[in-house]
């Protein structure tokens, strides 16, 4: 059994008319590949379909906000899904209101206490897949293998925002939780901030959200020693190869943050 999403072609809808906001739309078609039938869940579940809070893929600003299905008269097992869009509005961001909400953003610099083996490495030209086999480089600082303590420099990030809705949900944020930033992002360098998450409050039709960030000098990278397969040991602890790991490999445009200055 495996579920078939289908997004009908010429389907996609925006829609504007003075003194309303944006509204979207798109249609899919859902069935089974072995024409068997297939329920409310079985079809929300589907990976190919949107869910709440994803943002709409052709128009910034749009985001799921609700969705309908029928079962189609002329085809046995198939389901037919009109998803709509919504605009999600910051608080503070194109109103005149001296009361509006404005994101307010909070960088706190610190450090980050590591293992270090060699001091004043070599970046990797793609911090997001380092050489497996690619020595770091520098200087050695281990004691036969054994590492050193290292003040790694780092930034924590929150942004406070509101949010302003009839319908919200955080569910389209989860595909960026751990992901670090594709472009530069407020003056630091693409790769080098880490998405931790967003905690979300509700109050009425408003939404506080605080948004969690960090900063690493090293990129998120951390280094790692040749070690046996066999009982986890440091092989040739004399000269101890070293290798950069990236935890994180993956990445994603934080176009999705309240826009801060």
């Given at each position: 059994?495996?579920?078939?999403?289908?997004?009908?072609?010429?389907?996609?809808?925006?829609?504007?008319?003075?003194?309303?906001?944006?509204?979207?739309?798109?249609?899919?078609?859902?069935?089974?590949?072995?024409?068997?039938?297939?329920?409310?869940?079985?079809?929300?579940?589907?990976?190919?379909?949107?869910?709440?809070?994803?943002?709409?893929?052709?128009?910034?600003?749009?985001?799921?906000?609700?969705?309908?299905?029928?079962?189609?008269?002329?085809?046995?097992?198939?389901?037919?899904i009109t998803w709509s869009y919504t605009?999600?509005?910051?608080?503070?961001?194109?109103?005149?209101?001296?009361?509006?909400?404005?994101?307010?953003?909070?960088?706190?610099?610190?450090?980050?206490?590591?293992?270090m083996w060699r001091s004043n490495p070599?970046?990797?030209?793609?911090?997001?897949s380092p050489g497996l086999t690619t020595?770091?480089?520098?200087?050695?600082?281990?004691?036969?293998?054994?590492?050193?303590?290292?003040?790694?420099?780092?930034?924590?990030?929150?942004?406070?925002?509101?949010?302003?809705?009839?319908?919200?949900?955080?569910?389209?944020?989860?595909?960026?939780?751990?992901?670090?930033?594709?472009?530069?992002?407020?003056?630091?360098?693409?790769?080098?901030?880490?998405?931790?998450?967003?905690?979300?409050?509700?109050?009425?039709?408003?939404?506080?959200?605080?948004?969690?960030?960090?900063?690493?000098?090293?990129?998120?990278?951390?280094?790692?020693?040749?070690?046996?397969?066999?009982?986890?040991?440091?092989?040739?602890?004399?000269?101890?190869?070293?290798?950069?790991?990236?935890?994180?490999?993956?990445?994603?445009?934080?176009?999705?943050?309240?826009?801060?200055?």
């Open positions: 059994m495996s579920i078939v999403v289908q997004e009908i072609a010429g389907s996609k809808v925006i829609d504007w008319q003075p003194g309303s906001t944006r509204t979207g739309e798109r249609v899919f078609i859902v069935y089974d590949d072995e024409d068997v039938p297939i329920n409310h869940d079985d079809i929300l579940e589907a990976a190919d379909l949107p869910g709440f809070g994803e943002a709409h893929p052709d128009a910034s600003g749009l985001w799921a906000s609700g969705y309908s299905m029928r079962m189609l008269e002329d085809r046995a097992n198939t389901w037919e605009v999600i509005k910051f608080s503070g961001e194109g109103t005149d209101d001296d009361e509006a909400f404005t994101p307010g953003l909070n960088i706190s610099i610190g450090q980050n206490v590591i293992d070599n970046k990797p030209p793609n911090v997001s020595d770091i480089g520098g200087s050695i600082v281990h004691v036969a293998g054994h590492p050193i303590s290292m003040a790694l420099p780092k930034a924590d990030i929150t942004i406070k925002s509101q949010i302003i809705t009839n319908n919200f949900n955080g569910y389209g944020l989860l595909q960026h939780i751990t992901r670090r930033n594709s472009e530069a992002w407020l003056g630091f360098p693409a790769g080098s901030v880490l998405f931790h998450g967003v905690n979300i409050s509700k109050n009425g039709n408003v939404y506080d959200l605080d948004w969690s960030l960090t900063w690493d000098f090293w990129y998120h990278l951390r280094q790692v020693p040749n070690r046996s397969d066999i009982d986890g040991e440091i092989i040739d602890p004399g000269s101890c190869f070293v290798w950069f790991r990236q935890p994180f490999p993956l990445t994603t445009s934080f176009a999705f943050l309240p826009q801060v200055s």
